[in-house]
């Protein structure tokens, strides 16, 4: 259910809230949501994300800077667009279902016009909850009343879609069936969304786009597998999952690292950089006077992780496919596959 509100694109320059004098819960944040696209803001407690999902939605002031839909502004100077009139579904961590009213009132709830009932029992179908029209927010699981809480949400047909940490308060193996049922959900609805998470590995599964926060503002923006690959930073690499992290001078266009030498093209000879190393990255050949010991060895279900460590004592880890022959003690040589090697300036 779409209309010409949707498919406009929210933008966001240089958000400014602060709680205490000292503290800017969002410090100049910049983004951009696309029309129609799930976008996943992730970041660690206390970067900003809830500040900047509350601020979309006019649940938050802004002190400073712009959030604008189309040509419409809903935040700036002197101008604070009331909650009501932004056309925003939120879902929460907690659902926030009304106890008292079954799904489909809980669904229609806000809705307005004949067709409401209609409208409402649509979203329900489409979130294949129609069967539980009737029944009460205690007698539905938790998955169910996070779908009835989306269905709530898209059924004002909203221009945005915000959800905080929807699938928290949920097991590994439900989270994982209702991100896609929601994804599913979101796309059919032609919804621009903005999913706030601190799980690295859902953001990376659910989202068009994502933007790391950090520190009240956007650090980086992108395509998931772009941002996972080509990290802008150390604080952006370690975001999104396990990165070694190697200090290294550049001599004759390579980064010097106890792994072997990365090529920088994109920086000068003399510099000092950060050579980010995922551990995918690191591939072990079993030789009798390899440079590495293999110090440790742990299953991690897909993957073994194997800790190394060289004479000088110093030490990495690396992911490998099970299964492996390697064990504690073997000696090893490295290669290092640059897919998953980044360099930064340090």
């Not at 959800?163 to 979101?186: A, I, K, Y």
């Not at 396990?242 to 004759?252: C, N, R, Y």
């Not at 390579?254 to 995922?278: E, I, S």
């Amino acid at each position: 259910m779409t209309d010409t509100h949707t498919r406009r694109g929210l933008s966001i320059r240089g958000a400014q809230r602060r709680y205490v004098k000292e503290t800017a819960a969002l410090a100049g944040a910049d983004l951009d949501l696309e029309p129609g696209r799930i976008t996943a803001l992730l970041g660690p407690s206390g970067s900003g994300k809830s500040t900047l999902l509350r601020a979309i939605a006019g649940l938050e002031r802004l002190d400073g800077g712009e959030i604008r839909l189309g040509d419409t502004v809903w935040a700036g100077p002197g101008r604070h667009l009331a909650p009501e009139r932004r056309r925003v579904g939120m879902v929460f961590q907690d659902y926030a279902l009304f106890p008292h009213l079954d799904a489909l009132a809980n669904v229609a709830f806000g809705l307005k016009g004949p067709d409401a009932r209609t409208i409402a029992m649509a979203q329900l179908e489409a979130a294949e909850l129609g069967h539980k029209a009737k029944a009460f927010p205690h007698e539905l699981s938790g998955g169910e009343q996070q779908r009835v809480a989306l269905a709530r949400a898209l059924a004002p047909a909203p221009a945005i879609v915000l959800l905080d940490e929807p699938f928290s308060g949920l097991d590994r193996r439900l989270r994982q069936e209702l991100r896609e049922r929601t994804v599913d959900t979101l796309r059919r609805a032609g919804a621009t969304a903005l999913m706030v998470t601190h799980d690295a590995d859902e953001a990376m599964a659910v989202a068009d786009a994502l933007a790391l926060m950090d520190q009240g503002r956007v650090i980086q923006t992108g395509a998931p597998e772009h941002v996972w690959t080509h990290p802008h930073s150390v604080t952006a690499a370690r975001l999104l999952g396990d990165i070694e992290v190697i200090e290294a001078f550049i001599k004759a266009g390579a980064a010097g690292t106890p792994l072997g030498p990365v090529a920088t093209p994109d920086f000068k000879n003399g510099c000092t950089v950060y050579v980010l190393v995922r551990p995918q990255a690191i591939r072990l050949t079993p030789s009798a006077d390899g440079a590495f010991t293999v110090t440790r060895r742990r299953s991690a279900g897909t993957h073994l992780a194997f800790t190394i460590a060289n004479a000088e004592g110093q030490s990495f880890t690396t992911h490998t496919p099970v299964p492996s022959t390697l064990a504690v003690g073997d000696r090893v040589d490295v290669e290092l596959d640059e897919a998953f090697v980044t360099v930064v300036g340090a």
